[in-house]
Each structure stands twice: as C-alpha cells, then as structure tokens.
C-alpha cells in the first residue's frame, strides 16, 4: 500500500480554519484519498474522500494537489469538538478486502 | 444512516476467560466487517476481515486460535478472545462496509470496547 505522512500534531484556535496537509508522493492512480478522524475514546468516523477534483461536503474540504502527491484536509471553522485524530489513508479501488491501513494520524488540538 | 454497534462498551474479566464481543450494523447490510485493535497513545492496527458466510481472513501476527471471528450474517459479526491475558487488554474496534460502487470505500465504525483482563 502507497504510504502517507503527516505531521503529528496541530494546534488551532476555535473557530479559525485549519489545514492538516498529507504527503502521498507514492500514490497510484487508482488510489483514492480517504480522510477518517477518531475523537477520544471513540471509533473513527469518516470525514472525506477524493480522487482527482477537490471534494466538499458537511464536515470539511478536501483539496489535491494536481499531482496528486499531496492533500489537505481543510476544516473550516475548527469547534472544540474538532479535537482528534485525523487519519490520511490511501484506499486502492481495484485491490479486493477495501482494507484501511491507518499510519500515525494528526493530532488536532482546539484552544478555545 | 450506516451505524455500527458494539457490546459490550468496556469488560473487565479474569485472566484465562473468554470474553466475546458483537458487532452490529443497524440500519445496512454488512458483507465485509473488520476487527482492529489500538493500544494507548498508539494507532489502530487491523487484526482481521471477515466476510459473511466464510471464515475470517487474519493478519499477520495474529493469532486465529486466540482470537476467534464468526460473521454469521449481514448484521452480525462477533470476536472472542479466548483465555484473555492482561497483554490482550486494549480497545477492540470494528467496522463495516457494504457492496457498492460508492459505499465500497467507505467503513463505517462501531464505537469501540474497551477490554481490561487482571
């Protein structure tokens, strides 16, 4: 599986946006860019998803690089219930079992 | 939509018990459940997948006698830990996904139980 990095940890002020970036330089092109976020004491939850074109939905934006090398999970106006772990996972489509391989994640801290 | 339970939220047992956990989901249909486990201040780690109707695909380095998975239906999948030792203590996880184009990429999470053997 093509590998991500991320930085370990991000501070934010509440209600200001953040940026969590991801690097993805080994990413396939059937890859697709999963973003999945656990807050404490709690299973993941999915966040976003993107193949080529940036994505926005409820929670927040996703923003890829041309290149696809890269991401960036773009929240827009961080709540102190945005505090948690954000997971950057690459999913191959064609690869059977949609198995989710989660690295060490950004751990978001919200100052009110 | 797309919730996933599990039972029991948190255990405490003994040392040399067994304890099961269920996993369910409420409002879709399963065919693929996954079991993970995250020890403190660590990442979740993938023990195994099942599918309904077969028998579950492990990782590596985990032990299938140990830590037995039956996924007997769409809804339902459980994970047993047998003769539980204070090393197994951890959060235990699962998740679901459905068939489908668009649901394919996407797992949907159970809340998690959190096991303490003594």
């Known amino acids: 599986d093509a590998k991500t990095t991320q930085p370990n940890s991000m501070e934010s002020n509440e209600e200001e946006p953040v940026h969590l970036p991801c690097n993805h330089s080994t990413i396939s092109g059937t890859d697709y860019i999963h973003w999945y976020r656990q807050l404490p004491s709690q299973g993941p939850e999915y966040v976003i998803h993107?193949?080529?074109s940036n994505v926005n939905n409820r929670m927040a934006s996703l923003a890829i690089a041309e290149d696809r090398k890269s991401s960036t999970l773009i929240l827009h106006r961080a709540t102190l219930r945005d505090a948690a772990v954000y997971y950057c996972i690459l999913i191959n489509r064609k690869a059977a079992g949609n198995k989710l391989t989660f690295g060490g994640g950004t751990r978001v801290l919200v100052k009110p | 939509g797309a919730v996933v339970s599990q039972h029991p939220s948190r255990v405490i047992c003994k040392s040399g018990t067994s304890v099961k956990i269920e996993c369910r989901s409420l409002?879709?249909?399963?065919?693929?459940m996954f079991w993970y486990r995250q020890f403190p201040k660590q990442s979740l780690m993938l023990m195994a997948t099942?599918?309904?109707?077969?028998?579950?695909?492990?990782e590596q380095g985990v032990e299938k006698d140990k830590f037995l998975i039956n996924h007997a239906s769409l809804t339902l999948s459980t994970l047993t830990v047998t003769s539980a030792h204070p090393e197994d203590s951890s959060f235990y996880i699962c998740?679901?996904?459905?068939?489908?184009?668009?649901?394919?990429?996407?797992?949907?999470f159970g809340p998690g139980t959190r096991l303490l053997v003594l």
């Open positions: 099942s599918n309904e109707g077969s028998k579950a695909t492990y």
């Open positions: 993107g193949l080529t």
């Open positions: 409002d879709f249909q399963a065919t693929t």
């Open positions: 998740s679901a996904s459905t068939t489908g184009t668009r649901e394919l990429e996407t797992q949907y």
